[in-house]
């Protein structure tokens, strides 16, 4: 172990310049060199969205929304000029990610980023939009039940049961919610962008110091067997 040792201290002297030159030249190489040509750029859009809750199934329930949003109809109303193929694509790039039984996540991919973020948006619009109008709907009915019930004269014998009655409107309505954003819509540049000059630097430099140790103790130990 000594003598190897030794040898190993021997070549370091040897070819001292070399060991300290590679390492820099292989970093120096790295942080100079051209950062060459990426593939075009993928773009996702996101957003999550709480589901309200309001005896509406379709759009309470999270595990609903995918054949609501995927539908069709419902794609073709939020984009009236656009064809079958157009719609396909949508439905294709559309990513619904179910997260629990009131918390989904939209998402969408396109090469542009001002449509990919323009599309998700009008989903999502589409989507807050048709949730508040049933919540508000449900809430008037309620609203009307507890209006009628008050204005109501009952026996004093009935009063026990129109107080109950009045109670369990008040804290269904009470329970009541609309759909509401989560996590704001966001858009990512998904293409990858290279290493940066100091990382491909940083990488010269560890080649650099691998060749080293291969050029120095590799022989030796190999010559040690």
Do not use: C, H, W
Not at 90 to 117: A, Q
Not at 189 to 204: E, H
């Amino acid at each position: 172990m000594k003598d190897l040792m030794k040898r190993i201290a021997g070549r370091i002297k040897k070819y001292i310049v070399t060991i300290v030159a590679l390492p820099l030249v292989l970093g120096l190489f790295g942080y100079m060199m051209p950062k060459g040509q990426t593939a075009p750029a993928d773009y996702t859009a996101s957003v999550t969205i709480s589901t309200g809750n309001y005896g509406e199934s379709l759009y309470n329930n999270a595990k609903e929304v995918p054949l609501l949003l995927k539908n069709e109809p419902f794609l073709k109303e939020v984009f009236p000029g656009a064809d079958e193929e157009e719609l396909a694509e949508m439905k294709e790039e559309l990513g619904i990610d179910i997260r629990s039984d009131s918390l989904f996540n939209l998402s969408y991919t396109g090469p542009d980023k001002e449509e990919t973020l323009n599309v998700l948006q009008k989903i999502k619009d589409a989507y807050l939009k048709e949730d508040q109008k049933l919540f508000l709907k449900r809430d008037q009915v309620i609203d009307k039940n507890i209006k009628a019930l008050e204005g109501e004269t009952v026996s004093d014998d009935s009063k026990v049961d129109k107080q109950r009655f009045l109670y369990e409107l008040e804290t269904n309505r009470l329970d009541l919610k609309a759909a509401e954003e989560i996590e704001p819509l966001t858009v990512l540049d998904n293409a990858a962008g290279g290493m940066s000059p100091k990382k491909r630097a940083v990488l010269g430099i560890l080649i650099g110091l691998a060749l080293s140790f291969f050029i120095i103790v590799v022989p030796e130990v190999f010559r040690e067997r």
